[in-house]
């Protein structure tokens, strides 16, 4: 009995040989597929004697060679002979199934958008809150706050450090009063928010469960993110205040406490975005970041806890930087061997304690001062990359952000990049349209391959802490910015409007002001809370969370307490101070 | 003869963004100058304080959080209250340009802002310390 296929075939081969002149097509003798392979390599051989040696012997190709930011090389053209080792079900799978490299969803943005989260904060809680309105009316799908460098260093706006620095990179936050206003007439049952907050992330998380019980909703329900990533606040950012071990120590209260009390809650954002901002490669990022997240399961497990109760709650985030293809094996890469390290390592016996999710932000980095229209097409392309590479959740930079935090209009720019991603390029309609790209999957295979070898030489150290405390994560991390700089200098790497295509041009003057009279509006309005509160219920609370930290209790619960009685963020971290002591740079 | 022009980079204040000022450092030290950087986190009194017990010629700070307009102008201050005041204070990061004039006239020597070149601050230091 003939198959269905076979008359279409013999119909297909007829009509085409009677309309189309022989020599024009080719039609595909199935028995060929058996020696493929051997015709490809002699094939490639051949092209490379001939068709291509007629034009690179005339023309030498405008680079000697071309090289990733991690220093990989691009090869003239990728072939099926570069993949010929991957195995589809064992190195790439199906999407929402281990390894988890097409993605961790199996319907990704067909089923759900990633979210459109823009990182926003400044000035005083009533102003960001007005950002936050803007942003959900233009059609952000979750909020992401921005703290003011006090608030993440655990001083109140009132402190002799604070001066100067109130509201400027970020909302300022001193009490719960300050969150509730941060969060005024937005459902937090509704909306997610992510709260880039590290060393005083357990205060900031217990603000925010305080200010949903009073507007009636249950910590079981919410939804978002605390970044709660200390190690790279040593390696890169800078935002830490206690030791290391006692750090870890807060972190897996935090862990704890949340699986019973927030199980929607991501418990931490194990981040590269801040190390790939500090200099280091695509390598680096996807090793330095993993062994982090290495280093949090380590002493999660240390404390008692199972993987499988936590790791589902891992959350992760990168950068998006402007090789195109390199990010988009990037994200591919981290997901592949996050995988297989909490299976082969961690030995993780659900599929959720596996996954990779991560929120993505345009490089900062990258974005220019000179011409900063081209930004623009800069945060384009970076925010494709990061879809194409299967982002959870996604911030794109504003165009003037090389002068100052985004005025409105700039970021709705920035948000309109996203939708017209989203709605108008079709690249959401499919899941992980670029895999099976020979130049994709090598340069997937090669990142996990190199971040491989960085994870193995960090594990010989005794660990991302001991490599953080050793400063070899930040000296990695400097010489290549160093040689960033130097390739810019040299203009071996050029960035447009600044080694080439110059224009004589003013600065921006058009840009967001932080009004001086915050910082004394801030001072005045926690002065009134200081005065207000119920003080001795204040020391009480304060005793008790000093109680906690000298011992093993967990912290989180009695920073819960101190939050509902007005407690100031400052006085809450000093308490801690006076337990844990303070971290000093080498 | 020509002595080593010695310079202090620091970062005063809160901000922990240090790529630019360890780039920067490391660039004036393959250019030949004794270079000491002062890690984030610099009260302006303890940055005036090492630039004196440094001995350097030139202080560069780097502040990326707004925070420049407090800050710089006071390193200038207690430097010249501790009657150092021939130590020239310049300063870079993120800095609108609308803020230049005020810091100038507080006595930061130069700033230079994003898009510049490492060559341009060498020169600038190179042109402005006297080394014999």
């Known amino acids: 009995m003939r198959s269905v296929t076979q008359p279409f075939r013999a119909d297909f081969r007829a009509k085409a040989l009677n309309y189309i002149p022989k020599s024009a097509i080719r039609i595909p003798n199935y028995e060929d597929e058996v020696i493929m392979g051997k015709n490809i390599l002699e094939e490639f051989e051949r092209w490379e004697k001939t068709t291509l040696n007629k034009v690179i012997s005339k023309t030498v190709e405008r680079e000697p060679s071309f090289k990733t930011t991690s220093h990989i090389e691009m090869k003239r053209l990728y072939t099926p002979l570069d993949t010929a080792d991957v195995d589809y079900c064992r190195d790439l799978g199906f999407p929402g199934e281990y390894p988890f490299t097409r993605g961790v969803q199996p319907t990704m943005y067909r089923g759900r958008l990633w979210t459109m989260r823009q990182y926003a904060g400044f000035a005083t809680a009533e102003e960001t809150n007005k950002r936050y309105k803007y942003l959900l009316e233009q059609g952000q799908t979750g909020l992401s706050v921005a703290f003011d460098l006090p608030t993440q260093i655990g001083y109140d706006s009132d402190h002799p450090l604070s001066e100067g620095e109130v509201g400027k990179v970020g909302v300022a936050i001193d009490t719960l009063k300050d969150m509730e206003i941060l969060f005024d007439g937005i459902p937090l049952d509704k909306v997610s928010t992510s709260m880039t907050i590290n060393s005083t992330a357990a205060i900031l998380l217990a603000m925010y469960i305080a200010v949903a019980e009073k507007k009636g909703v249950k910590s079981e329900v919410l939804q978002g993110t605390i970044q709660n990533d200390v190690l790279k606040e040593y390696a890169a950012r800078g935002t830490y205040i206690y030791p290391p071990l006692e750090s870890m120590r807060i972190v897996t209260d935090i862990f704890a406490f949340c699986k019973d009390q927030t199980p929607r809650w991501n418990t931490i954002s194990i981040s590269g975005y801040h190390m790939r901002e500090a200099g280091c490669t695509a390598v680096q990022e996807v090793a330095f970041t993993l062994a982090d997240g290495i280093a949090y399961v380590e002493a999660a497990i240390r404390a008692g806890l199972d993987v499988d109760s936590f790791a589902s709650r891992l959350a992760f985030f990168f950068c998006c930087h402007n090789n195109f293809i390199e990010e988009i094996a990037k994200f591919r890469a981290a997901r592949r061997l996050w995988a297989r390290i909490m299976k082969e390592r961690f030995k993780a016996k659900r599929d959720e304690s596996c996954m990779l999710r991560f929120h993505t932000q345009t490089a900062g980095c990258s974005l220019t001062a000179q011409q900063p229209d081209n930004n623009v097409v800069r945060v384009a392309f970076q925010a494709l990359a990061a879809v194409l590479g299967g982002t959870q959740s996604l911030h794109t930079n504003s165009r003037d952000e090389a002068y100052a935090l985004p005025t409105e209009d700039s970021v709705r720019i920035a948000l309109r990049t996203q939708q017209l991603i989203a709605y108008e390029s079709g690249v959401a309609d499919m899941v992980d349209p670029l895999a099976g790209s020979y130049a994709v999957e090598t340069l997937t295979n090669e990142i996990e391959r190199k971040a491989v070898e960085y994870i193995e030489k960090i594990d010989t150290m005794g660990g991302a802490i001991k490599a953080i405390e050793s400063g070899f994560i930040q000296g990695e991390i400097g010489e290549s910015a160093y040689q960033y700089q130097k390739e810019i200098e040299t203009k071996k790497r050029t960035i447009v409007g600044i080694n080439q295509f110059q224009i004589e041009e003013e600065p921006l003057r058009d840009i967001l002001r932080i009004r001086p009279e915050v910082e004394r509006y801030q001072k005045e309005k926690l002065s009134r809370v200081k005065k207000e509160r119920d003080n001795a219920r204040v020391q009480e609370t304060l005793s008790a969370l000093k109680k906690a930290a000298q011992g093993t209790e967990n912290v989180v619960p009695p920073i819960l307490g101190a939050v509902k009685a007005y407690a100031t963020l400052g006085e809450i971290s000093d308490t801690l101070r006076e337990a844990f002591g303070e971290y000093k740079e080498r | ?132």
């Open chain 2, 1 to 132: 003869m020509a002595w080593k022009i010695r310079v202090l980079i620091a970062k005063p204040g809160l901000d922990g963004h240090d790529r630019g000022a360890k780039v920067i450092a490391r660039a004036l030290r393959d250019a030949g100058m004794e270079v000491i950087y002062t890690g984030i986190r610099q009260t302006p009194e303890q940055i005036a304080n090492a630039a004196i017990q440094e001995g350097v010629d030139i202080v560069g700070l780097s502040c990326l959080s707004g925070a420049h307009n407090y800050l710089f102008p006071k390193v200038v201050q207690i430097l010249k209250e501790k009657g150092a005041e021939d130590i020239i204070v310049f300063g870079g990061g993120i800095i609108p340009v609308d803020d230049i004039p005020g810091l100038k006239k507080a006595g930061i020597r130069e700033i230079f802002q994003p898009g510049a070149s490492t060559e341009d601050i060498i020169k600038y230091i190179q042109e402005n310390v006297k080394t014999t």
